[in-house]
């Protein structure tokens, strides 16, 4: 049996401690020794869990990772109580507590006087690598009135995004000097950006800003009938759009559709997109200021001479 705190109900299950666990079970299979592992029913509520499993199917129980100490761990030696119980990859903080004499064996990856050991994510089997998404929405935008979709659209994509097997990484577009979790500057913003596969938002500034980076952005109007997020996308040639009706009547089916076409052809289309605005193309009202605010042209200042 393979334990650790990825098995308690009240533990938590950490990439490392998953990650470690995949090491174990690894040199397990590639040694043909059977095993189960017990899960967290929180965690993962249809595996085998520790309530309902019966310790005398088991001659050895091996805890893996984390820290060995508190009642949890205690209470394993007394319920497997006739295994052989080994502990590997574990940090050790008081050798004479039950959690750790109760093993017979203890392969830690530190304790007091004895060397480390690197831990046992390290050498975990590769991974294969996972699209990174950001995910800019907002809440408010109050200005829609009854046509605000807004908190719709936001439990829509974000129970999408949940079934999704990609690293998610929630963004926000405001900035703030003070708060360290947000960006400070467009630049800080602008380089988180650039290193993400997609971008899904329902956001004017989530959309242009992904693009200026280079990034493919899947866009969502969250006001009904369109508005500026489905404006900008038309001013941006980028058809990655989905309208708050479509996506009350077929919002899985067009996530889908241009969830696969940004992670694909849109990736060279959002290239396209970033060339085309620093090459400034198109006009964007800026450029009519001046003869707005009656400046006149002038041409280059003579240098005076003495």
């Known amino acids: 049996m393979l334990t650790g705190w990825f098995s308690f109900p009240d533990g938590e299950a950490t990439a490392g401690d998953v990650l470690a666990l995949r090491r174990v079970e690894d040199v397990l299979r590639r040694a043909g020794v059977a095993y189960d592992v017990a899960w967290s029913p929180g965690f993962r509520p249809g595996a085998l869990h520790l309530a309902d499993l019966s310790?005398?199917?088991?001659?050895?129980?091996v805890f893996v990772c984390g820290p060995l100490h508190g009642p949890q761990v205690a209470r394993l030696h007394r319920r497997f109580a006739h295994c052989v119980r080994i502990a590997v990859g574990t940090s050790v903080p008081d050798p004479g507590s039950e959690a750790v004499t109760g093993f017979h064996r203890?392969?830690?990856?530190?304790?007091?006087?004895?060397?480390?050991?690197?831990?046992?994510?390290?050498?975990?089997?590769?991974?294969?690598?996972?699209?990174v998404v950001g995910?800019?929405?907002?809440?408010?935008?109050?200005e829609y009135g009854a046509a605000r979709r807004h908190g719709a659209v936001a439990a829509a994509v974000t129970g999408?995004?949940?079934g999704k097997d990609c690293a998610r990484l929630e963004l926000e577009t405001r900035l703030d000097a003070h708060d360290w979790r947000l960006c400070a500057t467009p630049a800080q913003l602008e380089s988180v950006l650039r290193r993400?596969?997609?971008?899904?938002?329902?956001?004017?500034?989530?959309?242009?800003?992904?693009?200026?980076?280079g990034t493919p952005a899947l866009a969502v109007d969250p006001v009904a009938g369109g508005a500026?997020?489905?404006?900008?996308?038309?001013?941006?040639?980028?058809?990655?759009?989905?309208?708050?009706?479509?996506?009350?009547?077929?919002?899985?089916?067009?996530l889908e559709r241009w969830w696969g076409w940004c992670l694909t052809s849109g990736r060279v289309a959002a290239r396209q997109a970033r060339d085309e605005f620093a090459a400034g193309a198109g006009p964007d009202g800026a450029?009519?200021?001046?003869?707005?605010l009656g400046a006149r042209e002038r041409g280059p200042r003579r240098a005076r001479h003495g």
């Open 55 to 61: 310790p005398a199917r088991y001659g050895h129980l």
């Open 160 to 162: 999408w995004l949940h």
């Open 106 to 131: 203890v392969l830690a990856r530190d304790a007091l006087g004895a060397g480390p050991l690197p831990d046992l994510a390290a050498s975990a089997p590769a991974l294969p690598a996972r699209p």
């Open 228 to 254: 500026k997020v489905s404006a900008q996308a038309r001013a941006c040639g980028w058809p990655a759009l989905v309208a708050a009706e479509r996506l009350e009547s077929a919002g899985a089916v067009e």
């Open 196 to 213: 993400l596969d997609l971008v899904v938002t329902d956001r004017l500034h989530g959309l242009v800003l992904a693009l200026r980076a």
């Open 135 to 142: 995910v800019i929405l907002t809440h408010g935008q109050h």
């Open 287 to 292: 450029e009519e200021l001046p003869a707005l």
